[in-house]
Structures are given as structure tokens and as C-alpha cells.
């Protein structure tokens, strides 16, 4: 048996996790994999019932689980300053090092480029994103009012690690190709230290083609010619911004599903914010959720040798393979007028 958290999160959250749940528990059913769902306080809910955005029940019980889905945080309209209203930082504090991105097109969705396939790994553990590398306090200070300095921390064991889970995906995939995507000459050493843990990984796999691309030679390519690229390995902040470079590509943020992995758990988190502008109106799109959610469970199903986990994957899947196709029950970015519980409900009962 798995046991799923979830933890809603904020805005939109309170709309498109629900539905992800709803394709899951349809999936998990239809491959007979029993699953022990865990509802958990996290964002505003966690504030209002705990006092804190992140309440330290919600951390002790998601370190008994196999994994969960996060909705998304709003935190841009929490108070500033007040220690109790923070964006809580699961991926540091659970070790989930790797932020694994696929950016997909679909032939009947808008998009600028078609016959896109990528897979985006970002380490997201450390790097200049300075709520991911500080224990206490941020990365960041003001010495003067005229000087403001971060710092940035890469590790050879944050690069190694996410390097070979790029490699390890890259194995099951048709093009077996892993682009490494720094700016060595310039950050001689941080940016130089992950490209030598990359090219000390793609020696384990010598049946992986690798290569390596300057990020802002990247963003250009990839804007141009995306189908070139199959597996693209980076440090955070830089995989910060490309994986939306990405998205951008095949139709959006609504589309952009991602799971961060660690070791032994990981976390299904979608990668657009809390929209609170089209909160509560019942149009957002629940793909990238419910796609994570599929991720999860791919993930838990190789990880712990579950094959009605990897089985449950693969309906969900397929089943938005249809729901897309068909186009009868998309949500408006996707071209259709479908509410988003009326797209969860077409994408479940499409579950075979």
C-alpha cells in the first residue's frame, strides 16, 4: 500500500488538486493499488487551523509517507517579515534535490513549436535560489544601502546526484541524449564544478549520447529548435527560468507538470503559482496537476517495485492522451470551455 499526502495549498490549488486526487484514486482503483490518502494543512489553510503556513504536524506526518501532491503556495500576498507565514521549503527540508520537468506538445493544443519532448531536470537543493541554500536566514544581505550580495553554493554532490537522474531517465527514453546546460567559462568554478560532475556521471553511461550548451546559448536554441533536445540537465536558477522557457513553448504554464525527487520520496508539484486572479472561478486548467500526480505515482511504482503503481501511471496517461483528443472537455487555455472539475471528471472516466 502508498500513502499519499496532500496538502492543497492555496487559490487555485484548492481547485486543481481535488481533481488530480480524482484521477488518481479512479487509476489506482482500475489497477487494483490500494493507496492511504492523508489530507494535510499547508499554505492559508495551515495558518488559519495551526498558526503557521507550515505546521510542524504536517512536516512530522509527510516523513511517514511515500509521497504527495502540493498544490500551489501563495505566498506574494502573505505579510512580509512575519515568520509564521513563509513559502514552505519541503524540497530542502525533505532532500528532493531534482525538479523533473517534461515539456510535451500536443498536436490539437495551440503552441509555437509541435513535436516537442523534453524532460527538465533542475537541482533544487542549492544553487542562487537563496531559500534553498541557507539552514537559517537567506542568501541574500545588504552590507549599505547602496550594496545588496547573494551567494550562490553548488556542491559536487548536489551536481553528481542530479546529473545521474538525469542519465537514469535518459535511459528510458527512445534518444538516450543528456544536455548539461551551465556558463562555465564565466562562473569558473560553481557553474565549473557542475560541469565537471557531469561529465564524470555520462562516464557510468556510455550508452547515453552527451553533450553540454552555454545556458545563454540554450535559450536561444531551444526557443528556435526545441525538437533537438531530449533530457536537459542545470542548476536551479537557471532551470528556474528555462523550464518556463519550456512551457512557454508547447501552450503554457497549464501544461507544465513536475515532481521533485529525492532519495526515497517525492513531491508531485505543478509548476505554475496559485493564479489567485482566477481563483475560485472554475477555469483552471488541472492538467499540470494531474499530470504530476501521474509522475508520482510512475516514480513511487519503479522506486518501490509496484507494478500496479506503474500500471495506474500509464491509464492516467492515456487517458489525457484522450480527453486532449477529443477535445470535448478542455478547459479554455486549452481551446475548450470545459470547467476544470468537468475536465478532472472526463480525464477519470476515460480511465480504463
Known sequence: ???????????????????????????????????????LPIGRRGHAQCGHSMPAATVE??????????????????????????NPPLRKLFELY?????????????????????????????GEQSGSVTLAGTGEFRPNDEVSIGHRVITRRGSNRVARAAFEIARTRPRRHVTAVHKEP???MTCGMFAEECRRVARDYPDVTFDEVLVDGFAMKVAMAPQRYDVVVTTNQFGD??????????????????????????????THGSAPDIAGRGIANPYAMIMSGQMLLEWLGHRRGLPAAVDAAARIASAMERTIAEGRSLTGDLGGTASTVAMGEAVAAAIG
Request: charged fraction near 20%; charge should be negative.
Open 1 to 39: 500500500m502508498l500513502r499519499i499526502g496532500i496538502l492543497q495549498g492555496d487559490d487555485i490549488g484548492l481547485e486543481v488538486v481535488p481533481e488530480a486526487v480524482r484521477v488518481m484514486r479512479a487509476a489506482a482503483r482500475a489497477s487494483g493499488l490500494p493507496i492511504e490518502w492523508l489530507d
Open 61 to 86: 506526518a509527510l516523513r511517514g509517507v511515500d509521497g504527495w501532491l502540493q498544490g500551489p503556495i501563495g505566498h506574494n500576498a502573505y505579510p512580509r517579515n512575519d515568520p509564521t507565514w513563509i
Open 98 to 126: 531534482a525538479n523533473v520537468k517534461p515539456v510535451r506538445s500536443y498536436p490539437q493544443v495551440a503552441s509555437i513549436h509541435k513535436d516537442v519532448d523534453i524532460v527538465f531536470l533542475r537541482e533544487v537543493t542549492e
Open 186 to 188: 564565466i562562473f569558473k
Open 241 to 270: 527560468i528555462l523550464t518556463d522557457l519550456g512551457a512557454g513553448l508547447v501552450g503554457g504554464l497549464g501544461l507544465a507538470p513536475g515532481l521533485c525527487i529525492g532519495e526515497t520520496q517525492a513531491m508531485a508539484q505543478a
